[in-house]
């Protein structure tokens, strides 16, 4: 795949081609301790390898949460970068879980840390706040367009603190959450076979009918797993915009290493689950 293809379309084709799970590499003490790790930089590199090695040749996607990097200074974003790159390699997309958010120049640095081709953390895809203001990502956006990656923006988010700011209703009547989803519908305009800007949007959130979930960009949901939500519940979500959801299941599988091969018969369970959803089956 050429890097300047569209991120949208790398996307469309590894989700058909694999099914659209994405794995997060979430590496946090606790689960460290659970594969009977230290917390430190050799546990984090062991986990964090073995669960590239385990489904990166198998999934659409993988989210590594780079605060669980971070916390170990540069010697952690060191793992960090061999970690993407690794799974890169392997075919899977990777989408940086950054959440990162700020203006002018700021912003550019961002992009450039996690969407410029050159970087060490180059990534696919990266996780960014519009609560600057939606224009506030047009570093992001432009730079996201130059290279063929792309961005999933914080729409409608999973966590109980949420919608004190995702559900406000501005003057115009519409709900601060829509109109990031409008943003995101206008940047997507006319891309096929999938736009490159998509929307956080929680697969726990319950009833979303009064919000336009079809931007022409993919939907990343986490929650399904151990947050509560399942495969079957995609539907009833995201209606007719669950064949662009991009589910996001991160402690269902992790919990089941160090063991290599219990890692993929979970992601490939969750995979297949969530094929068999999007089918109809």
Known sequence: MSPLEPFGARLRRVMDERGPLCVGVDPHASLLTEWGLNDDVAGLERFSRTVVEAVADRVAVMKPQSAFFER?????????????????????????????GDIGSTMAGYAEAFLSKDAPLFSDALTVSPYLGYGSLSPAVALARETGAGLFVLALTSNPEGPEVQH?????????GATVLAHLAAENAGEEPLGSFGAVVGATVGDLSSYDLDINGPLLAPGVGAQGATAADLPAVFGASVRNVVPNVSRGVLRHGPDVGALRAAADRFAGEIRDVVAGR
């Open 72 to 100: 170990f200074g540069s010697r952690g974003i060191a793992v960090l970068e061999r970690v993407v790159e690794e799974a890169r390699a392997a075919g899977t997309l990777v989408v940086m879980d950054a959440k990162r």
């Open 168 to 176: 406000a209703v501005r003057a115009d009547g519409r709900t601060v």
